[in-house]
């Protein structure tokens, strides 16, 4: 089988969200299959390929696909000349968006439709291209995955998409998310923190992922314990991000708020197992992936109770609105306060863990791209 993948966001260097998805996926259908052939598609050179081996061609053709126009004829135009030329049997695209201009049998990973829920926090030049052609990628999919039934949901009641073309496949989380001992939890602690204890946020910072919410929750924690518990938030400025950044600037504790911007994974790893607790407050997940990533570190969460975030924390989490900065800050003081429901969050954690497998998820696709290509 030769199945061409939309590589665009396997970006060296610049991992995030759909391109770790990209790259687990990728990595072991190609470890896993040598018997079939892998066509990559980039929408840029890439200083080394994160994806190599003997069954593997990357192709990089232009332009960038970063706005309206140039997602347009990145993916209608020049997708569909490396599919013709390479004689591909299926396509697969991690990214939401897909060709329309191809009769192949296509595979679509749908992993959220915050478009539709918060579209103000789309850039106004995307909002066009998502309310237009969202629509038809998902009538012209073969077959569509969700990493979470509320996606699966969301498409149903939303789209009207008909429930026997959605599967719903979870992500896994990385090997490197592992738990650490105190001694290493220390050293974390004195590099980053100064020896305090912290909260955590891990994510690319914009409106959706709530962390004005965040900061006015830590501020009023602090008000309430009298306790200099540090807050650590890991990723880069995103978008719409002037009044997060005011916010920090306002707090009576901002130097205690430490922006990290983006970290190379074992950084993040690390720091998100010394961490106190994640808190990760997002108003709407296609899935929350630094939730199962910090079950996976034995790291407490309190995340919303939003969208995916309960499907994937289960009980191992506390459950807040994001909306209700109080609420949050009473999570933070539970966290702060009862050293038991630390330790039996961390417990229902390794449980709750179990559920989610990258390999798990890497076989289930492939079965799928198996049965449209037949």
Known sequence: MKIAINARFLQTGNLEGIGWYTYELCKRWVQNHPEDQFILIYDRPQKAWLITGKNVKSVVIGPKARHFFSFWYWFDVQVPKILRQEQVDVFFSPDNFLSLQTALPTVLTTHDIAHFHYPRQVAWMHRPYYRLFIPRFLKKATHIVCVAEHGKTDLITHYQ??????????????????????????????????????????????????????LRAYELFREKSGERVKLLIAGKLAWQVQEITAAHAASAYQDD?????????????????????????????????????????????????????????????????????????????????????????????????????????AIDIYIILQAVKS
Not at 166 to 188: H, Y
Not at 322 to 330: L, R
Not at 344 to 358: A, C, E, P, T
């Open 257 to 361: 708020i430490v922006f990290l911007g983006y970290l190379p994974e074992e950084t993040a790893a690390k720091l998100m197992a010394s961490a106190l607790a994640l808190t990760y407050l997002s108003f709407f997940e296609g899935f929350g992936l630094p939730v199962l990533e910090a079950l996976c570190t034995d790291t407490p969460v309190i995340t919303s109770n939003t969208s995916s975030l309960p499907e994937v924390a289960g009980e191992a989490a506390l459950l807040v609105d994001p909306y209700d900065v109080e609420e949050i800050a009473g999570a933070m003081l539970r966290i702060w306060n009862e050293p038991d429901l630390r330790e039996d969050l961390v417990k229902k954690g390794q449980l709750q863990r179990q559920q989610f497998s990258w390999d798990k998820a």
């Open 161 to 214: 998409i008909p429930a026997e073309r959605i599967t719903v496949v979870p992500n896994g989380t990385r090997a490197i998310f592992q738990p650490l001992s105190d001694t290493e939890k220390i050293r974390v602690k004195a590099q980053f923190s100064k020896g305090a204890d912290y909260f955590f946020f891990l994510g690319a910072i914009h409106p959706r992922k709530n962390l004005l919410g965040l």
